[in-house]
């Protein structure tokens, strides 16, 4: 056992954490540990597993079953689907949208089938494995509906003749267009988030924090680029003021007089209109590099 493995105030206590046996969320589960320096051994057909450098308890469990656990404190915390968190209705905190298992909760009917807003579903019979989110859709708009709980394969079933119309989980949307369904209207937007148990002890608590700022070193990351250029030292004034960068951009005089390397950090969502505003000021030698972790 590694000397990092425990915590220094309790020695042997793990946080308990529950992640997705195998299906959409794993590999992404999986790959956020390892990202924040966490080695879990998954064995295949292993449903326990420890990290050798954290103190963490992975267990491997179906989605759904996650919010309850949490609940329960069988597991302290859970990486599952805000879709599951918000249908099982349990009561557990909602800590971090973990960025993954990105997906939107849709309504759809088979294609040609007017649809000009939920009244359109009055009296219908809907197929879905989300029946409270269903029904909370339908009351919010006083629409009765009959709904018609299945466990999976849900857009086969207009198709069968066993409903109307159907809500279920979307993503790239092939598979609606693969079964002849179109998709008329979005009831929840959909990622993988942290949940915690709501009693959960101070040590307990003192591992989250440190697994939550790992993350959260890890997402500020994924949403940012280094960016590093050269620029005429006459241009200088202009481009520095078009870079945010963490503090101020780094400014190194390059070999070649009245040139400088410029080091910067920009955010995903500004990156390409500041590279084009970027060339145009006069920068040349742009290279953007992915950053692994981001300490603020
Ligand atoms: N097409 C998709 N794109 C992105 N995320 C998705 C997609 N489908 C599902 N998800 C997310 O991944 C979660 C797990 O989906 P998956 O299809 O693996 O569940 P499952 O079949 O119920 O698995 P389990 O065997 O664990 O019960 C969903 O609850 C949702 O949050
Ligand atoms: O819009 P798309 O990209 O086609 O994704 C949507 C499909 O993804 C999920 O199922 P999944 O493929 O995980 O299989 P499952 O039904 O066995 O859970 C979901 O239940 C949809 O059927
Ligand atoms: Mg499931």
Request: hydrophobic fraction near 40%.
């Amino acid at each position: 056992m590694s000397a990092t493995n425990t915590t220094p105030e309790r020695p042997g206590i793990k946080l308990k954490l529950a992640i997705q046996k195998s299906g959409r969320l794993h590999d992404d589960s999986m790959r956020l540990l390892k990202e924040c320096g966490i080695d879990i051994s998954n064995g295949v057909n292993k449903l326990k597993s420890e990290a050798t450098n954290f103190p963490l308890e992975v267990f491997f469990l179906r989605d759904d079953d996650i919010p309850q656990y949490v609940e329960d404190a069988v597991a302290d915390i859970g990486f599952v689907g805000e879709n599951v968190v918000y249908e099982k209705k349990k009561k557990v905190d909602v800590t971090e949208q973990l960025g993954f298992g990105k997906c939107r909760l849709s309504i759809a009917v088979p294609k040609g089938e007017s649809y000009t807003d939920a009244t359109s579903l009055r009296g219908k019979r809907i197929a879905t494995s989300y029946p409270v989110l269903v029904q909370d859709f339908l009351d919010k708009n006083n629409v009765q509906a009959e709904i018609h709980e299945i466990s999976g394969s849900v857009e086969i079933a207009p198709g069968i003749g066993l409903a109307n119309a159907i809500c279920d989980l979307v993503s790239s949307g092939s598979t609606l267009f693969m079964n002849g369904l179109q998709e008329v209207e979005s009831i929840l937007k959909s990622q993988a988030i942290l949940i915690k148990n709501q009693d959960l002890g101070p040590v307990q608590q003192a591992i989250l924090d440190k697994l939550l700022f790992r993350i959260q070193s890890v997402k500020k990351a994924k949403n940012t680029k280094y960016v590093l250029l050269n620029a005429p030292n006459d241009k200088l004034d202009e481009i520095i003021s078009l870079l945010p960068g963490m503090k101020s951009p780094t400014v190194l005089p390059l070999a070649e007089q009245g040139w400088s390397s410029v080091h910067s950090v920009l955010s995903e969502n500004e990156f390409w209109d500041i590279i084009e505003r970027l060339k145009a000021a006069g920068a040349q030698g742009i290279l953007v590099v992915p950053i692994e972790k981001m300490i603020l």
